[in-house]
């Protein structure tokens, strides 16, 4: 079974910074994807970022290019999203995700398969 926590959310000013944490336990990740997702009020679940686990591929959202930048400790099984010039728009609880499949990186839900619990993540104008 794999466990993913998320934590580093919170409420912060518009341009200012946020680094999220998904710790990551129970199961060995060098070959799972990990993504980031958001959900905010109202609207769907969304793709952010993601990052192959042994690997330095990483893929971002539109929204997220140039502001938010996605990388990983492996000797800590941790992955991060380090968030920087928040807006308004980027209010939302914001998830982890691992897909231990081998491929492409992925940017639906669906080729998720584990996932945390969420962090809020609101941004002040």
């Known amino acids: 079974q794999v466990q993913l926590v998320e934590s580093g959310g919170g409420l912060v000013q518009a341009g200012g910074s946020l680094r999220l944490s998904c710790a990551a336990s129970?199961?060995?990740?060098?070959?799972?994807?990990v993504g980031w997702f958001r959900q905010a009020p109202g609207k769907e679940r969304e793709f952010v970022a993601a990052?192959?686990?042994?690997?330095?591929?990483?893929y971002y959202a539109d929204s997220a290019k140039g502001r938010f930048t996605i990388s990983r400790d492996n000797a800590k099984n941790t992955v991060y999203l380090q968030m920087n010039n928040l807006k308004p728009e980027d209010t939302a609880v914001y998830y982890c995700a691992a897909d231990p499949s081998l491929g492409s990186i992925g940017t639906s839900m669906d080729e998720y398969d584990y996932w945390g619990q969420g962090t809020q993540v609101t941004i002040s104008s």
């Open positions: 129970g199961r060995t990740f060098s070959t799972y994807k």
């Open positions: 990052i192959r686990w042994s690997g330095s591929s990483t």
